[in-house]
């Protein structure tokens, strides 16, 4: 039996026949709009950016950091290896702390305890799309003037409270990869929830360019204002990925009638 299988839930090869069509399948097309919209709505989320993977989000989050020689990051002692090494790559050092054993998710009554003065950010990672205890985990790092950075690359569509994972910290991450919920092969996303980020996670996004003020006519010609990389998804991941957006109740629910099954 397969780990998994790529679900087609409707017009994903449609849409990227359809994106063939339109002549840009480079990025930041139609679909790729489309899919940012989709989350910034349904998940009231200020800004998202669509990118190539969870990993490729979670970078630019640690470059948006800002972090200096020494900075410590807080992380659970149980995740993947992105979560650590998007900060560890910007000069962070990780700090593990334990999780609790029934959500298997960042021990929030163990965060206190490991910040020092060095300490600039809180990193939980909502696993298997459980939420972490967001609301003390904001109070803790409100406290020390720290930021949070969730990683829910698992928790697409899932809720803390009525919120959105991935809409509660100062900056979000979600995954599309082949073995998600929703899908689109590889892919990912950067939530903003911070304003004071998107101008330079745009920026960071497009090569380190102000290529984005450009196309909205705030400037006559971009130009390399920062460091940066490619952090733009091609336009046939988007196009897959609105297929599945579309259907985002229905592959929830037959996820459910499936995990009922067993």
Not at 225 to 240: K, M, N, R, T
Request: hydrophobic residues 40%; proline residues 4%; charged residues 25%.
């Amino acid at each position: 039996m397969p780990f998994n299988k790529p679900f087609i839930a409707g017009k994903e090869l449609y849409y990227i026949a359809e994106a063939v069509t339109f002549g840009n399948i480079a990025g930041d097309g139609h679909f790729t709009k489309s899919c940012s919209r989709f989350f910034e709505e349904r998940f009231r989320i200020p800004k998202v950016l669509m990118t190539p993977s969870c990993t490729a989000a979670l970078e630019m989050a640690a470059l948006l950091c800002d972090f200096e020689p020494g900075d410590e990051v807080i992380v659970p002692s149980y995740t993947f290896v992105s979560t650590v090494s998007a900060f560890v790559r910007e000069g962070a050092k990780p700090v593990f702390v334990d999780i609790r054993p029934d959500t298997l998710n960042l021990d929030e009554s163990k965060i206190e305890q490991a910040i020092t003065e060095k300490t600039r950010a809180i990193v939980p990672v909502h696993y298997a799309g459980v939420g972490c205890e967001m609301d003390r985990i904001m109070e803790i790092a409100e406290r020390h003037k720290l930021l949070v950075i969730e990683d829910a690359a698992q928790g697409v569509n899932a809720s803390y409270k009525g919120r959105a994972l991935g809409s509660i910290g100062h900056l979000g991450s979600f995954s599309f990869h082949e073995t998600k919920n929703y899908i689109c092969g590889e892919g990912g996303a950067l939530c903003i929830n911070d304003e004071r980020f998107i101008e330079r996670a745009e920026i960071l996004r497009d090569k380190g360019t102000n290529r984005q003020r450009f196309f909205r006519g705030e400037v006559d010609k971009y130009t390399w204002v920062d460091v940066g990389s490619s952090y733009v998804p091609s336009e046939i991941c988007s196009a897959f990925l609105y297929g599945q957006l579309e259907l985002l109740d229905t592959i929830a629910e037959r996820r459910k009638q499936i995990y009922a099954s067993y």
